[in-house]
């Protein structure tokens, strides 16, 4: 276990090493000028060319990015022009907000798409499998920012059951001590039950558009996986045996129809953190993807840069945990790694 873990670290360092060239280039290459930016509209060239030098986007480009590395080395990530604070400071202050807005919808996918898919391959032909095909196409069709304004016109505007999509707790409430930067994890240790529904209060909404967007995927992979497996030979072999539908379906055939679905949760969390971005400008969220967005917008390049490395080592996480998952479900794929 421990070489796999060692061989997969090592084939993720060139990749991270990848993301930060292109990201730094892209950076560099996008419209607009960041000194003439935050010197303001009524700024003499003069004083532009002073901020310029100040930034030191005077220097030749391959300059500049020997300078970025070597703060990166030293776990420098620069500071936020428009904030002032460092961005490694910023990151992980937003980090959790868009960990638990991100966890939150994903588990609430696999609730409601994980049972769904099943049915729909068990009772094919059925009206629950219809069911499952019309609502993964609606799921992958409708854009995530659009679902969650109609979500927020549903519940907020004409039901009245959801609170203001005013961020992660209402103006009335206090955040809790911070312990994991999660709030409902956070309020539970501080047995703070007003700041805990609260909390819950904002957050069903924002993941409930996050699930819808997750669930399609997901739901359609489980029914074609469990489609796949029941119609193996070891699965007649099984029901030939006496054995009941229900120990045939959960214990031999779903367990063998997990390496798909496991497969495509890893695909799943990384569609979720793009989709991440418009989901927080929509719900006022504060996480990392709308700091990302109001820095993309301000030309402010160290808090873009931060934000595409930190996606991308957690995406490099994500895999790790994805293959050390395979050889808890699968012995064989332990043993062939």
């Not at 730094?24 to 290459?29: A, E, G, Q």
């Not at 807005?101 to 391959?121: D, E, Q, R, Y």
Request: proline share 6%; charged share 15%.
């Amino acid at each position: 276990m421990l070489k796999l873990i060692g061989s997969r670290l090592a084939t993720a360092i060139p990749s991270l090493i990848g993301v930060v060239i292109v990201t730094f280039l892209l950076t560099r290459v996008l419209p607009g000028d960041t000194a003439a930016y935050f010197a303001g509209p009524a700024a003499t060239p003069q004083a532009i060319a002073e901020i310029r030098t100040k930034l030191g986007l005077d220097k030749p480009l391959p300059v500049q990015f020997v300078d970025y590395v070597s703060a990166l080395a030293k776990g420098d990530l620069g500071a936020s022009l428009s904030t002032g604070q460092p961005v490694s400071k910023e990151i992980a202050t937003r980090l959790p907000a868009s960990a638990e807005l991100t966890l939150s919808g994903l588990i609430l996918a696999l609730v409601i798409a994980v049972p769904f898919g099943i049915a729909a391959a068990v009772k094919q032909g059925s009206w629950i499998d219809h069911a499952c095909r019309l609502i993964t196409t609606a799921g992958v069709s409708l854009p995530v920012f659009f679902t969650g304004l109609l979500l927020v016109y549903l519940f907020y505007f004409r039901l009245g059951w959801a609170p203001a999509p005013l961020g992660r707790l209402d103006v009335f409430y206090s955040a809790p001590d911070t312990v994991t930067g999660f709030y409902l994890i956070d309020s539970l240790i501080a047995r703070d039950g007003d700041t805990f529904r609260a909390a819950l209060a904002q957050l069903v909404v924002p993941a409930l558009t996050l699930a819808i967007f997750a669930l399609a995927p997901i739901a359609r992979i489980t029914r074609a996986s469990m489609l796949q497996v029941l119609s193996s030979e070891f699965i007649r072999t099984a029901r030939a045996a006496g054995l009941t539908s229900k120990t045939v379906i959960v214990t031999y055939a779903f367990r063998n129809a997990m390496l798909p679905v496991v497969t495509t949760l890893g695909m799943v969390f990384s569609f979720l953190l793009g989709a991440n971005v418009l989901v927080e400008k929509v719900f006022a969220w504060p996480g990392i993807g709308s700091y990302a967005v109001e820095a993309l917008i301000s030309s402010d390049f160290a808090p873009v840069q931060g934000f595409v490395l930190a996606m991308a080592i957690l995406y490099v996480v994500l895999n790790l945990v994805i293959d050390l998952a395979y050889g808890i479900i699968d012995p064989r794929a332990r043993s062939e790694a």
